[in-house]
């Protein structure tokens, strides 16, 4: 069940595919499954009713989701691997449904909760096995922004926290300007003290590219 998680959002697929009367092997390729696994998904989606019907009209991704687990559920982990994470399990269950990876939710964890003793690979264990229940969010899926040389620039600001500023030889906050060109994906990152104006940029981008192209 390990690939469950990135095959989820083509269960409505499979489901089209067998109503129209695509074959099981060529609705595995179409859906880029191996056969076993386009196998497992229909075997679970017909045993809860939902493989019968006409094309246009489909089940719910809760629907199939529901079907799915109710045949394969998520196995729970190890009591060894959840003893350290049993009091965050909630936590963790909460950040990652907000988009947080595992080592932001272990780094808030060491710097939010002094008596947190988990490792990183455990929250990471645990966050795979998350993953299947909620399937496939908008968040997970990339759209490429395909445009002409020079035709499009993506920008960003955002405040990071406090840096150390080399010049007043103290901590300030500080915000980033990023700016990532679609074409050539060349991204400049800087760096300033001061989000009212230009005035206070310290770093250039990791390619440092000349910043006088993006002014």
Not at 16 to 21: E, G, M, N, S, V
Not at 155 to 183: H, I, Q, S
């Amino acid at each position: 069940m390990a690939k469950r998680r990135t095959e989820m959002h083509r269960l409505q697929d499979l489901v089209r595919f067998h109503r129209q009367r695509t074959g099981t092997r060529e609705t595995a390729r179409l859906l880029g499954m191996g056969p076993n696994t386009e196998r497992m998904f229909r075997e679970a989606i017909a045993e809860a009713g939902l493989l019968e019907g006409t094309p246009d009209e489909l089940p719910s991704m809760d629907a199939l989701r529901a079907a799915v687990l109710a045949k394969h559920p998520v196995p729970a982990l190890p009591k060894h691997q959840l003893t350290s994470l049993e009091p965050y399990v909630a936590l963790i269950t909460g950040l990652a449904e907000k988009g947080l990876g595992p080592r932001a939710i272990f780094d808030r964890l060491r710097l939010e909760h002094a008596e947190f003793t988990g490792s990183h690979s455990s929250v990471k264990r645990l966050c795979h096995a998350l993953k299947p229940a909620h399937g496939v969010r908008p968040q997970d899926v990339a759209i490429p922004v395909e445009t002409a040389p020079g035709e499009v620039a993506q920008v960003d600001f955002g405040y990071v926290g406090k840096l150390f500023d080399p010049t007043t030889m103290t901590l300030r906050n500080a915000w980033c300007f990023v700016r990532v060109l679609g074409f050539s994906r060349h991204m400049v990152v800087r760096i300033s003290f001061d989000h009212g104006s230009r005035r206070g940029w310290r770093c250039t981008s990791r390619r440092s590219p000349s910043w006088a192209a993006c002014r």
